[in-house]
């Protein structure tokens, strides 16, 4: 799925969202009910982060603080578990239907490496084009296609978006282009997002279509930073020097986001949450959310309607927010 906004080695600060119950049937399950996630022995619960998720909804990837180290987590349909990885130092990013997580490892110079991890494969590092290069892996989809970006190390600036093919391992293909970009996500057709820019100077949000040897742009003065189904998520410049919030749809017409005052989760469906109380519909509609600790932030939203994010500082996990 992907990924709230990463321009390669920061990361933007994420909010939250808030549910409320359905009332239409006492029977049924809670609208968008929420549910603390679960985590690991001697963790700090206001130190847990959830980075990324699959787009069922049965997988979430993110880091907690354990006896004052950050370690790296999995949580599989509420489940938590610690992989075992050998960098001390590093993140998981994003994961997908398989299990297969996403993101970098840094080594004693702290120079980052692309890599992923399967409870089968265990860590793997991803290929760079040139000897000596650096990266990290932003995304995956289903497929397994890994999304990210990789750079020079003495033109830290300078990020290359990059595509790791599960059609062809062991391979690497970078987007062409003299300024920086970084892909911040795949979608499960294979669409990447791909900003261009560095933090606090970016350029237009593209669209790559590996498949199509193609790249269009979302058009002067945009930043986006997610993808799932053929909508985008993030801001565009207006002429009075603000920005709008908006959804992206690359099929059909496009729309500003109202409700949402940091949106930064979308699905297949169209639907986004963020930072608000509620998930807001295509159609404008909305479901709230339950958090009865307040300050409800929504990271990432599954397309069957599982999201995950934090409520009350805490990490959180609400279904039936379909």
């Given at each position: 799925?992907h990924?709230?906004?990463?321009?390669?080695?920061?990361?933007?600060?994420?909010?939250?969202?808030?549910?409320?119950s359905?009332?239409?049937?006492?029977?049924?399950?809670?609208?968008?009910?929420?549910?603390?996630?679960?985590?690991?022995?001697?963790?700090?619960?206001?130190?847990?982060?959830?980075a990324?998720?699959?787009?069922?909804?049965?997988?979430?990837?993110?880091?907690?603080?354990?006896?004052?180290?950050?370690?790296?987590?999995?949580?599989?349909?509420?489940?938590?578990?610690?992989?075992?990885?050998?960098?001390?130092?590093?993140?998981?990013?994003?994961?997908?239907?398989?299990?297969?997580?996403?993101?970098?490892?840094?080594?004693?110079?702290?120079?980052?490496?692309?890599?992923?991890?399967?409870?089968?494969?265990?860590?793997?590092?991803?290929?760079?084009?040139?000897?000596?290069?650096?990266?990290?892996?932003?995304?995956i989809?289903?497929?397994?296609?890994?999304?990210?970006?990789?750079?020079?190390?003495?033109?830290?600036?300078?990020?290359?978006?990059?595509?790791?093919?599960?059609?062809?391992?062991?391979?690497?293909?970078?987007?062409?282009?003299?300024?920086?970009?970084?892909?911040?996500?795949?979608?499960?057709?294979?669409?990447?997002l791909?900003?261009?820019?560095?933090?606090?100077l970016?350029?237009?949000?593209?669209?790559?279509?590996?498949?199509?040897?193609?790249?269009?742009?979302?058009?002067?003065?945009?930043?986006?930073?997610?993808?799932?189904?053929?909508?985008?998520?993030?801001?565009?410049?207006?002429a009075?020097?603000?920005?709008?919030?908006?959804?992206?749809?690359?099929?059909?017409?496009?729309?500003?986001?109202?409700?949402?005052?940091?949106?930064?989760a979308?699905?297949?469906?169209?639907?986004?949450?963020?930072?608000?109380?509620?998930?807001?519909?295509?159609?404008?509609?909305t479901?709230?959310?339950?958090?009865?600790?307040?300050?409800?932030?929504?990271?990432?939203?599954?397309?069957?309607?599982?999201?995950?994010?934090?409520?009350g500082?805490?990490?959180?996990?609400?279904?039936?927010?379909?």
């Open positions: 799925m990924r709230p906004l990463r321009i390669f080695a920061a990361a933007t600060v994420l909010g939250a969202l808030a549910v409320a359905d009332p239409a049937s006492a029977a049924a399950p809670a609208r968008c009910g929420v549910t603390y996630l679960p985590l690991p022995a001697n963790a700090a619960e206001y130190t847990t982060w959830v990324g998720a699959d787009v069922t909804g049965r997988w979430a990837v993110g880091s907690t603080e354990i006896n004052g180290w950050t370690e790296q987590v999995i949580w599989q349909n509420g489940r938590v578990s610690v992989p075992p990885l050998p960098f001390g130092s590093g993140g998981l990013e994003d994961i997908n239907a398989s299990g297969v997580a996403v993101g970098y490892g840094l080594d004693m110079q702290y120079r980052s490496s692309p890599v992923s991890w399967s409870a089968q494969h265990g860590l793997e590092v991803l290929p760079v084009p040139h000897e000596g290069w650096v990266g990290r892996a932003t995304g989809n289903s497929h397994g296609d890994i999304v990210g970006a990789v750079n020079d190390p003495a033109e830290f600036d300078s990020p290359h978006a990059v595509r790791w093919p599960a059609d062809a391992p062991g391979t690497v293909e970078m987007l062409p282009g003299d300024v920086p970009q970084t892909a911040m996500g795949i979608d499960e057709d294979g669409l990447v791909v900003q261009q820019g560095v933090i606090g970016p350029g237009p949000a593209l669209i790559w279509d590996p498949a199509a040897d193609s790249v269009e742009s979302l058009g002067e003065g945009t930043l986006a930073h997610a993808i799932s189904g053929g909508y985008v998520i993030g801001y565009r410049n207006d009075a020097g603000g920005q709008k919030r908006m959804l992206w749809n690359l099929r059909g017409p496009d729309r500003e986001i109202t409700r949402i005052d940091a949106p930064a979308v699905n297949k469906q169209g639907s986004v949450a963020g930072q608000a109380e509620v998930v807001l519909r295509r159609d404008g509609s479901i709230r959310l339950q958090s009865p600790a307040g300050y409800p932030y929504v990271s990432e939203l599954s397309d069957t309607g599982v999201a995950y994010g934090s409520s500082g805490k990490a959180a996990r609400w279904t039936n927010c379909g």
